[in-house]
Structure formats: structure tokens, C-alpha cells
Nanobody
Framework: QVQLVESGGGLVQPGGSLRLSCAAS????????MGWYRQAPGKQRELVAG???????NYADSVKGRFTISRVNAKNTVYLQMNSLKPEDTAVYYC?????????????????WGQGTLVTVSS
């Protein structure tokens, strides 16, 4: 089975930076897209940033210009560089990946989520 392991969350002051990492492992054939979502207290989970296999990116308006998503395909890893953090960015951040998993003759659609990493922005 495919798993995503996230790291990098923590407590940071407003205006500070954090870098989140998410590494996929398991019976991966290919990963098409990876992304970061977040869920703040009392709010629905929302897309923060996504990146496709060719490096194309998209961002939520609320983070555009402050966050940067990147990936290293050979490592099946996606990163989220978070700069100029605001208290409103406080949330649990979840990594997501989609693609193809399995073994020859037994390929399946891959859609997995990480366990989440908490980012708290507070002075």
C-alpha cells in the first residue's frame, strides 16, 4: 500500500517561515499530482497548493505569493515552503497524491492522504 509521511509542522511567529515535506512510499507506479490541503478550526478542508507531474502549479488565492509548492519526482516527495505566515494560516496541513499504484498486472488508481501536520502561527 502507498503511504504519505509528512513533516515540518510546528509553532512559528507571524511573518515567519516553515517548510513542509511529504514523501510517498510503497508500490508506486507513478504519481501524477501532489498537493497540500489544510483544515483550520471550524472550517472545511481546502486546497492550498497543487503541482502536477510536469511541474505546473496552482495556489489558493489566500497563499499566492507567500507559499511555494515543489516536488522531486525521483523521490516521490512534495514540499511546501511557507513564508510570511499569518495567524490565519493556522491549520492542520494534509498532503495528497494521486496516480497509479500496484504491481504489473495489478495496477490501481492511487489516491492517498497523509496524516496531517499541525501548523500554528502565533506570537
Amino acid at each position: 500500500q502507498v503511504q504519505l509521511v509528512e513533516s515540518g509542522g510546528g509553532l512559528v511567529q507571524p511573518g515567519g517561515s516553515l517548510r513542509l515535506s511529504c514523501a510517498a512510499s510503497g508500490s508506486i507506479v507513478s504519481i501524477n499530482s501532489m498537493g497540500w490541503y489544510r483544515q483550520a478550526p471550524g472550517k472545511q478542508r481546502e486546497l492550498v497548493a497543487g503541482i502536477n507531474s510536469g511541474g505546473g502549479t496552482n495556489y489558493a488565492d489566500s497563499v499566492k505569493g507567500r507559499f511555494t509548492i515543489s516536488r522531486v519526482n525521483a523521490k516521490n516527495t512534495v514540499y511546501l515552503q511557507m513564508n510570511s505566515l499569518k495567524p490565519e494560516d493556522t491549520a492542520v496541513y494534509y498532503c495528497n497524491a494521486d496516480g497509479v499504484a500496484g504491481t504489473p498486472g495489478n495496477y490501481r488508481y492511487l489516491e492517498v492522504w497523509g496524516q496531517g501536520t499541525l501548523v500554528t502561527v502565533s506570537s
